[in-house]
């Protein structure tokens, strides 16, 4: 993956990718944004993530002066590779959620992924107003990564 940050040091951004061995010197910054985001229905714990983060199988990304953080992760899966974003926490994303999709398409397609997804909160989505017999825990986003860097 440290292929990937090559050619993201041509990208023109305020976003910056935290190595594993970087992760407890921010973590005291980290920490604070996760506990907005990071919940019992997530399946993860400030705990895991830290732990996650530290042994590579996650990647820590700070936007600005950590503005905002986001937690991926490139995933195997049986039929393909997609870099899921589990967390994305932060102020006034709307200044930086364009340049975030440019950093994180670029680092999938380096790492070979196919597609990018994303989860967010239970409110995105409405089908908890009319679906009573399921409980939405979070709504996953995706969009397929091409070639033509769409």
């Not at 050619?7 to 990718?17: E, K, R, S, V």
């Not at 005291?28 to 590579?56: F, N, Q």
């Not at 600005?64 to 974003?85: A, H, M, N, W, Y």
């Not at 017999?133 to 995706?142: A, E, M, N, Q, V």
């Amino acid at each position: 993956m440290m292929a990937a940050a090559e050619q993201l040091d041509a990208l023109d951004t305020h976003i910056g990718g935290v190595t594993a061995g970087q992760v407890m010197q921010v973590w005291h910054r980290v920490e604070p944004l996760l506990k907005r985001v990071v919940k019992p229905d997530t399946g993860h714990t400030l705990d895991s993530v830290r732990y996650a983060l530290l042994t590579g199988a996650m990647q820590l990304w700070v936007i600005e002066d950590f503005l905002g953080i986001v937690i991926t992760s490139v995933e195997d899966r049986p039929s393909e590779k997609i870099l899921f974003v589990p967390f994305m926490v932060g102020d006034n994303m709307k200044l930086w959620l364009d340049d975030w999709i440019e950093v994180q398409e670029a680092f999938g397609r380096a790492n070979g992924c196919v597609a990018l997804e994303f989860s967010g909160r239970k409110g995105w989505n409405k089908i908890g107003e009319t679906k009573t017999d399921y409980k939405p825990l979070r709504t996953i986003f995706r969009r397929e990564l091409t070639d033509g860097r769409q």
